[in-house]
C-alpha cells in the first residue's frame, strides 16, 4: 500500500533516484560517469550515498549497468566520448565510425554518423579515411535518423593509426577455434583464436580481427570482429589488398542509380572533329580508349616542316557532373587500382567501358586540343575544343609498331602512309624537343604478371618498350603542359601535378654513394635531372647500371597534386597538369572542369563550391594514389609467393635490392620476386650496415654484402598471404677492407670496367 505521508522538500532532494532516472542521467552525461557523479547529481549524502552504491550494484546483477565505481555506462550504448574508428562510408559518401572497445555481451557494434564542421573538414588534422581512430563527442538521437544512425560523432581529435593492420587469413582448428595467419608482411606471426570468437569465419576466410587483452601470464588471442569472404573465391588474392587498404570495389545502389538519368551530348553544339582521322593506341588488353591522336605537316608557310598534333579525350565532366552521386564516389576513389587479376574503376563500367570510351566507329564527347609545332618540336601555339570525334581504329601499341617497322597488317596497311607515318614523324620532332629539355631518363624495367584461367601466375615477362609507346606518352605531356599553360593564362584554378627535386638530405646520401663507384653528381645552384642522366649514361654499359639507376630512384620526391605549382623535376617542365585521363583519375576530371569554365565551354565547369576545397580535394587523391599503389604492390607480391610456394628449397639467380640492419632483401632476377635474408643467417660474423655505400659489412673480415651484387639464394619459406618470402644466401660475400668508402669503392668499380 502506498504511503500517504508528505516528504519535505529537504528530504525529496535526498531521496534515491529510480533506476530509469540513472539510466537517463548516465546517457545525458557529458563526461565519464561513475559513483561519484551520480551522488553529486542527486545530491545524496551520509547512509543515501550506501544506498546508492546498493542501487548501482543491483543494476548492474540486472545487466543494465556495466563497468566499475569509476565509470558506468548502460549496456548496448555509447558512452558521451569514445575513441571511434572510420570503418564506412555511407552511399552519400559520409563517413561511418564504429566503438573501439565495445564489450562483448553488448550485443552488435553500434554505427555513428561522423559530423565535421565545414571549417574543420579544410584542416589537415581532420582528414580522415578509413582505419582512422578519432576521439570524439557522441550523441544518441532520440529516433533513429532517415539512414538508420542512432548515433552521431563529432570529432575532439584524430588519434596515430594502429601499427598493426588487423585483417589475416582464419585456419581452423579440427578441436575448435583455429589461428590467424598474417596478410601483412612486417608482422609474421599468427594469433591463435579460441573456440566460440571466430564469429561466422570458415576456412580460409579473409577476417578483421581484435587482439583480446591477455592474461598477466597469458598469450595475447584474436577475436574474429567481421568476415570478408574467401580470396581464393572472391576475386582472387587482391581482395586482401581491397580491404587492407581501405579500397571501394562495389558502387552504392544511389551511385548506379543516376547511370540511367546521364544526359546525351547535344553534337551539334561542339566542333566537329569527325572527319579528322583520329585513332586510338592502347595496350591490346585495354577495356576502355580514353585518348586518341592525330598527326599532320603543317600547311602554314610560316611553319616549314611544322606539325599539327591534336588529342582528344574522352569528356567525361559531361556525364559527371560536380556535386552528384557519381562525382562524390569518384572523388573518395580518387583514381581506379589496377590488379593483375581485376581493376577498380573509378567511375562504373557504363562510363568508363561505354559512353566515355573512344570506341572505333563510334561518334563520342571529347575534349580535344589542336597543338602547332615547329621542325624542332617547339610548340608554336595551342588550342582546346569541347567537340565530337569519331575514331578511325582502335590498334595495340605491337600493331602501330610492326606497321611503322615494315610489318603492317591488313588494318593497318590503309593507315599507314595517311594517319601512321605522320605520326611518327611529328614525334621524332618532339622527341628532339625532349632530349634537348632533358627530363630524367631512368632504365627500370617492369614485369608483368601473366595469369591462367583460375586467376594464378603462370609467368612472369618483361613486356618490350616500344617507340610507339614513348610516342603516346611524349603526346600526352604536352596536352597535360597545354592544359596547364591555359588555365595559368585565364587565372583559372589548376590542381598541378608537381614533382619536387631530391631533398638535400637524400643528395647527400646519393653523392656519398657514388662517390664509392667513382662517379661524380655535378653539383650547382640548381639541380637539373640532367646531372642524374650524365651518371646514367656513364653506367649503362657496366655491370653496377641496374643498382645505379635504384639508387637515383630512390633519392627522388614523390610526385603529388597541389594547387600550388613547384614545377615538375622529373619532366624538367615549369607547368604540368593531368589532363588525359578523366576516366581513371580524379585530377584530370577536376582539370577539364576548369578549362570548361574558363573557355566557356558549357555544362559540367568547375563550381563555385568545388574552388575553396581543391587544396584539400588534391591531398585527398595524392593519397589515394599512394593507396592505391601499394595496393598493386601487395597484390603482386602475393601473387608471386603463391606461385613460388612449391617451390621451396629451389635456388634461383638474385641481386641484392635493399640493405637493413636486420638484413638483406633480395631480387629474383627470373620472376622479379622479392624476398628478405636475416643477418643472423649470413654467417659467423657481425655484420654492419654501412649507409654510405648500401652495403653489410662484416666486423672481422670486412668482408661484405653490397646492394646491387649478384647472388645465389635458396627459398626457405614462402606465405602467400603475406607476400612474404624467405631465403637463404648462397654466395659468398665480396670480400674487403671494411672501410667504408673511397679506396674500395672505387677500385671496385674499376674491378668491374675489367
Not at 570529432?155 to 583455429?178: C, D, N, S
Not at 552504392?252 to 540511367?260: D, H, I, Q, T, Y
Not at 581513371?584 to 555544362?603: E, M, N, P, T, W
Request: aromatic share 4%.
Amino acid at each position: 500500500m502506498a504511503s500517504n505521508r508528505k516528504v519535505s522538500p529537504k528530504a525529496a532532494a535526498r531521496a534515491l533516484p529510480s533506476k530509469d532516472e540513472v539510466l537517463a542521467f548516465i546517457r545525458g552525461a557529458k563526461g565519464k560517469v561513475g559513483n561519484r557523479e551520480i551522488a553529486r547529481a542527486f545530491g545524496l549524502k551520509g547512509s543515501d550515498r550506501i544506498e546508492m552504491k546498493r542501487l548501482l550494484r543491483e543494476m548492474t546483477d540486472e545487466g543494465k549497468l556495466l563497468g566499475n565505481r569509476k565509470a558506468l555506462k548502460q549496456p548496448g550504448h555509447l558512452p558521451p566520448v569514445a575513441v571511434m574508428e572510420v570503418v564506412a562510408r555511407d552511399d552519400e559518401g559520409e563517413l561511418i565510425a564504429e566503438p573501439v572497445v565495445w564489450e562483448t555481451e553488448d550485443g552488435p557494434r553500434p554505427r555513428a554518423l561522423i559530423l565535421i564542421s565545414a571549417d574543420r573538414k579544410r584542416t589537415s588534422d581532420l582528414a580522415l579515411s578509413l582505419g582512422d581512430r578519432i576521439l570524439a563527442r557522441i550523441s544518441r538521437l532520440s529516433t533513429p535518423d532517415v539512414f538508420g544512425y542512432r548515433y552521431e560523432c563529432s570529432p575532439i581529435k584524430k588519434l596515430p593509426r594502429e601499427k598493426r593492420r588487423q585483417l589475416g587469413i582464419f585456419r581452423t582448428h579440427a578441436h575448435g577455434g583455429g589461428v590467424i595467419e598474417p596478410v601483412d608482411r612486417r608482422e609474421l606471426k599468427t594469433w591463435p583464436v579460441r573456440a566460440g570468437n571466430g564469429g561466422s569465419a570458415g576456412n580460409g576466410d579473409l577476417v578483421r580481427f581484435d587482439i583480446l587483452r591477455a592474461h598477466r601470464q597469458g598469450v595475447p588471442e584474436a577475436r574474429v570482429v567481421e568476415t570478408l569472404g574467401n580470396p581464393d573465391d572472391q576475386r582472387q588474392i587482391s581482395l586482401i589488398a581491397v580491404h587492407t587498404h581501405g579500397l571501394r570495389d562495389e558502387f552504392p545502389a544511389p551511385v548506379l542509380g543516376e547511370l540511367a538519368d546521364l544526359p546525351a551530348p547535344d553534337l551539334d553544339k561542339r566542333t566537329d572533329l569527325r572527319d579528322l582521322p583520329l585513332l586510338t593506341i592502347d595496350p591490346p588488353d585495354a577495356r576502355d580508349h580514353d585518348d586518341a591522336v592525330h598527326a599532320a605537316p603543317d600547311d602554314n608557310e610560316k611553319n616549314p616542316g611544322g606539325f599539327i598534333v591534336t588529342v582528344a579525350i574522352a569528356d567525361v565532366a559531361h556525364y559527371v557532373h560536380p556535386g552528384s552521386r557519381l562525382d562524390r564516389e569518384a572523388a573518395l576513389r580518387g583514381n581506379s587500382v589496377y590488379f593483375p587479376d581485376r581493376v577498380v574503376p573509378m567511375l562504373p563500367e557504363k562510363i568508363s567501358n561505354d559512353l566515355c570510351s573512344l570506341r572505333e566507329g563510334e561518334d563520342r564527347p571529347c575534349m580535344a586540343v589542336r597543338m602547332v609545332f615547329d621542325r624542332q618540336g617547339n610548340k608554336r601555339s595551342h588550342t582546346f575544343h569541347r567537340a565530337v570525334m569519331r575514331s578511325i581504329a582502335k590498334l595495340s601499341y605491337q600493331e602501330a609498331q610492326a606497321a611503322i617497322d615494315g610489318r603492317p597488317t591488313a588494318k593497318c596497311q590503309p593507315l599507314l602512309d595517311g594517319t601512321l607515318r605522320p605520326l611518327w614523324q611529328a614525334y621524332a620532332a618532339l622527341k628532339a624537343a625532349r632530349d634537348r629539355r632533358e627530363p630524367l631518363d631512368l632504365d627500370l624495367p617492369e614485369r608483368k604478371l601473366v595469369l591462367d584461367q583460375s586467376g594464378r601466375v603462370s609467368r612472369v615477362i618483361v613486356p618490350e618498350r616500344l617507340e610507339a609507346h614513348r610516342l603516346i606518352e611524349e603526346f600526352m605531356i604536352q596536352a597535360n603542359v597545354a592544359a596547364a599553360e591555359t588555365l595559368e593564362e585565364k587565372r583559372s584554378p589548376v590542381v598541378y601535378r608537381i614533382h619536387d627535386q631530391p631533398s638535400q638530405e637524400k643528395l647527400v646520401a646519393l653523392r656519398d654513394f657514388l662517390d664509392s663507384l667513382d662517379l661524380k653528381l655535378s653539383s650547382g645552384e640548381r639541380l637539373k635531372p640532367g646531372q642524374f642522366n650524365r651518371v646514367l649514361a656513364r653506367v649503362k654499359s657496366l655491370p653496377v647500371a641496374d643498382l645505379v639507376n635504384e639508387v637515383v630512384l630512390r633519392s627522388q620526391s614523390q610526385a603529388e597534386y597541389a594547387i600550388q605549382n613547384i614545377g615538375h623535376f622529373g619532366l624538367n617542365l615549369q607547368r604540368y597538369a593531368h589532363f588525359t585521363s578523366p576516366i581513371r583519375r580524379y585530377a584530370d576530371l577536376l582539370v577539364h572542369r576548369s578549362l570548361i569554365r574558363a573557355l566557356r565551354f558549357g555544362a559540367g565547369s568547375l563550381s563555385r563550391e568545388e574552388e575553396p576545397q581543391l587544396a584539400e580535394t588534391a591531398r585527398s587523391i595524392s593519397e589515394a594514389e599512394r593507396r592505391a599503389m601499394a595496393a598493386e604492390r601487395d597484390t603482386v607480391d602475393r601473387l608471386i609467393s603463391a606461385f613460388l610456394a612449391d617451390r621451396v628449397g629451389a635456388e634461383f639467380p638474385a641481386r641484392i635490392s635493399g640493405v637493413t640492419r636486420s638484413g638483406l632483401f633480395v631480387r629474383l632476377r627470373e620472376t622479379g620476386a622479392d624476398g628478405f635474408i636475416p643477418a643472423s643467417t649470413l654467417g659467423g660474423e657481425f655484420w654492419r650496415h654501412d649507409e654510405t655505400v648500401h652495403a653489410l659489412v662484416g666486423d672481422r673480415t670486412g668482408s661484405m654484402y653490397r646492394l646491387g651484387d649478384d647472388a645465389e639464394v635458396r627459398l626457405v619459406e614462402a606465405i602467400p598471404s603475406a607476400g612474404a618470402l624467405r631465403f637463404e644466401m648462397l654466395s659468398d660475400p665480396r670480400r674487403g677492407s671494411g672501410t667504408t668508402k673511397g679506396r674500395r669503392g672505387a677500385r671496385g668499380l674499376r674491378s668491374r670496367r675489367r
